[in-house]
């Protein structure tokens, strides 16, 4: 049994809840505040602090209600009794008001004991059919109770009494059995306010919890589809945020999982019209279809994704010690929206601006971060980048055996065993077999063959775009490869293939390297010497990717300002050449 269960048990036994040293603190505050004021209410704590707190987690949201006073006359309290005992420099103010609702409503918060708490009257919700914003009047703790969306949300904790409150006689027993329950009736309440929907699978996905089977059901009722597709009521933005805190879920899978289950992955993540009739938008896509996407079924995208994501969850349980829960996050959901990675969407066609759809789903018509967006972007774009790196030094690899293969070949005997080695290279290197090579064609274990500069070049563009999260997208790409070929080889994995080779260079940190030269550089030296380097302001990005792509290849110690001018000049010179050559054959 977990020590939550044990905490719940405890509670339910004795009515009571387990309180941190600054738990009782502040409610010996505002008992003493109850005493000096001559107070007549009963002030709870409402919501996820007692979740929470029978949870055996940490929680910084005090949330307290009052039966009878406003949030801010309990606060003008707080403040008479810190006055009157020479406290008052120990605690902020402030009110929160909202010109839709009384005075008596009013929200006030005080930041006291470096703890900000928040006080408010106990109310009631009613509904419009047409929008989701209730409006709100003063009311009991059952009032209260029934506006709260799930019973796990609407335990209260009595600060007069030191006790806990259960005010639906089901919320304790839901905690306790990990279940999501709608403290009404679930179809009025989605309905209601269709956001909740999502909440339901965050929290089902933060605590491991289950839907309760009616809440389910609720969930992929037609009546509540169709409120949950009214955009009128609800917009994608507001969606966005809801799916914004999912994505930072301990268990971002299961939500994952969860909202494919439900059918919600076409409403959340829909397509634009105009990329599905737009042949500019189409282009052959990594990792998945090698077709347009408007030949493919929502529910084929939706399949391959949570197939993905599985996989990527399967591939770093191993290494979750070793990673953050952030990176393991990124990992994930990069995971589940790669593919749609590969399809491209242009914004604006004058411009020829072009980004993924990933990009456009979640931060054009979702609304989400753009910071949280493009994590996932170059997460995926450096996972392709290492992939295809990879396949590039495997092919190299395969071609300088064949070609050694070859030289060696002097009778005929030789010749077909040189093909029979040829094959069981080629298949179990590009093909994911699970045979083993033939012992005298068996590479070394560490680095079988240097790279070609290209690839390298490659390697160390991925490293340097990917920065502190590079790792990560290398344990994607193993992700990828292990669901497009079963039976691949641990060795021949992107992060085996390639691993060795950033060890031994030492590349892992490339992007902290300082280049050698910068824009004002080239600058200069097309200034000093324009017959040997004629470049203007819209080539400078060119060639300071050439100044990259020398550091790379010979690292902070080897290279120099000086060998790196050289080596800029002549893919100057080199470029210059070809041109010429190309107009003289054109």
Known sequence: MSIAHNVIKEAVASGRIHLSEMDEKIFSLMKEVIRHCQLKDTLRVAGGWVRDKLLNRSSLDIDITSDLSSGKDIAESVKKYLEDNNMRDSAKFKIRHSAQQSEHLDVATIEVFDMEIDFNRLRKEAYDASSRIPSIESGNEFEDTARRDFTINALYYNINEDCIEDFTDSGLDDLEKGLVRTTGDPIKSFKEDPVRVLRAIRYAGRYNFKLDENTRNAIINREVKAEFENTSKVSLVRYGAEVEKIFKADNAIKCMSLICDLDLYGLLFPIPDSFTKDPIHEQIPFPYFPVKLNRIASSELMKASME????????????????????????????????????????????????????????????????????????????????????????????????????KTKHKEAKIDAESRKMSLLLTM?????????????????????????????????????????????????????????????????????????????????????????????????????????????????????????????????????????????????????????????
């Open 430 to 586: 590009l093909s994911g077999s699970s045979e083993r090579l033939h012992t005298n064609c068996e590479l070394p274990e560490h680095i079988p063959i240097a790279p070609p500069v290209d690839v390298e070049i490659a390697i160390g563009r991925t490293i340097r775009e990917g920065r502190e999260d590079w790792r990560a997208a290398l344990r994607l790409a193993d992700v990828f490869a292990r669901h497009f070929h079963a039976f691949v080889i641990q060795r021949y994995l992107p992060s085996c293939t390639l691993g060795g080779w950033i060890s031994y260079k030492h590349v892992g940190d490339c992007y902290e390297w300082k280049e050698f030269v910068n824009g004002k550089d080239l600058k200069d030296l097309a200034a000093k010497n324009p017959e040997r380097f004629n470049i203007n302001s819209k080539d400078i990005g060119e060639y300071l990717q050439h100044a990259t792509d020398y550091l790379i290849t010979r690292g902070p110690e080897e290279g120099s300002k000086e060998d790196c001018v050289l080596y800029v000049m002549e893919k100057w010179e080199e470029k210059q050449r070809n041109q010429s050559s190309t107009t003289r054959h054109g």
């Open 308 to 407: 993905i994501a599985n996989i990527s969850g399967a591939e770093i349980v191993d290494l979750e010690e070793q990673l953050s829960h952030d990176v393991v996050r990124k990992i994930v959901l990069s995971a589940f929206f790669s593919p749609l990675w590969g399809y491209v969407y242009t914004e604006n066609k004058a411009k020829g601006l072009e980004r993924s759809l990933v990009y456009h789903i979640l931060q054009r018509g979702l609304g989400m971060k753009k910071v949280v967006v493009l994590e996932i972007c170059k997460m995926l774009k450096c996972t392709q980048g290492f992939q295809e790196a990879s396949r590039a030094y495997l092919k190299y690899v395969e071609d300088t055996v064949n070609e050694e293969e070859t030289r």
